[in-house]
């Protein structure tokens, strides 16, 4: 069945880079785009980017100066980098599965930025 | 940006109909293809898929969940409302970029 699971550190210190990582199982990711989208106090659900079926990228440009999404399929995951994170960058950070709709969600990572 | 408006809260009672609405600060549809979807939140849950373009049930979501609408103004129609729907409601539009969400509707129980 179709799994998706984010890893991440959990705690990030102010202008450091947050790396997280999206494992999935059930279909392959040269079929699908994926999808990053974050949920903040501040801000509630926020989309930050997707990875086409066929491998670029497109980026909300409130993050596009330090936000990178890329892949590896034959890991079957998929990868978001954001640098300069900030203490309002705390939240919740999920991948899922979809083109204009999101049929499927990973349970969330939430990354707590603090020093 | 497209901002979509929801009302903060909705009060409903068990067995009775719940309509919540979302409102887009420029159209969202192509043709007749409306590119707004729904999603419902449970504390601790991540969103799960409710309705998408519009007024197409997604997989394994109960007949009791339906949505309509076009252009600017779209409804999320829940009937009735169970005690397992107590949740977060929230629109999202993938019309233009960037895609943008509501600020969600809480669902309470009178």
């Known amino acids: 069945q179709v799994q998706l699971k984010e890893t991440g550190p959990g705690l990030v210190q102010p202008t450091q880079t947050l790396s997280i990582t999206c494992t999935v199982s059930?279909?392959?990711?040269?079929?699908?785009?994926m999808q990053w989208v974050r949920q903040t106090p501040g801000k509630g659900l926020e989309w930050m980017g997707f990875i086409r079926s066929g491998g670029s990228t497109e980026y909300n440009s409130e993050f596009k100066s330090r936000l990178s999404i890329s892949r590896d399929t034959s890991k079957n995951q998929v990868f978001l980098k954001m640098n300069s994170l900030k203490t309002e960058d705390t939240g919740v950070y999920y991948c899922?599965?979809?083109?204009?709709?999101?049929?499927?969600w990973g349970q969330g990572v939430m990354v707590t930025v603090s020093s | 940006d497209i901002v979509l408006t929801q009302s903060p809260v909705l009060a409903v009672s068990l067995g009775q109909r719940a309509t919540i609405s979302c409102r887009a600060s420029?159209?969202?549809?192509?043709?007749?293809?409306?590119?707004m979807h729904w999603y419902q939140q449970k504390p601790g849950q991540q969103p799960k898929l409710l309705i998408y373009?519009?007024?197409n049930l997604a997989s394994g979501i109960p007949a009791r969940f339906s949505g309509s609408g076009s252009g600017t103004d779209f409804t999320l129609t829940i009937d009735p409302v169970q005690a397992d729907d107590i949740a977060a409601y929230y629109c999202q539009q993938s019309r233009e970029s960037p895609l943008t969400f509501g600020s969600g509707t809480k669902l309470e129980i009178k």
């Open positions: 899922a599965r979809g083109f204009d709709n999101w049929d499927y």
């Open positions: 059930g279909f392959s990711l040269t079929s699908y785009y």
């Open positions: 420029q159209s969202v549809s192509i043709s007749s293809i409306n590119l």
């Open positions: 373009r519009a007024s």
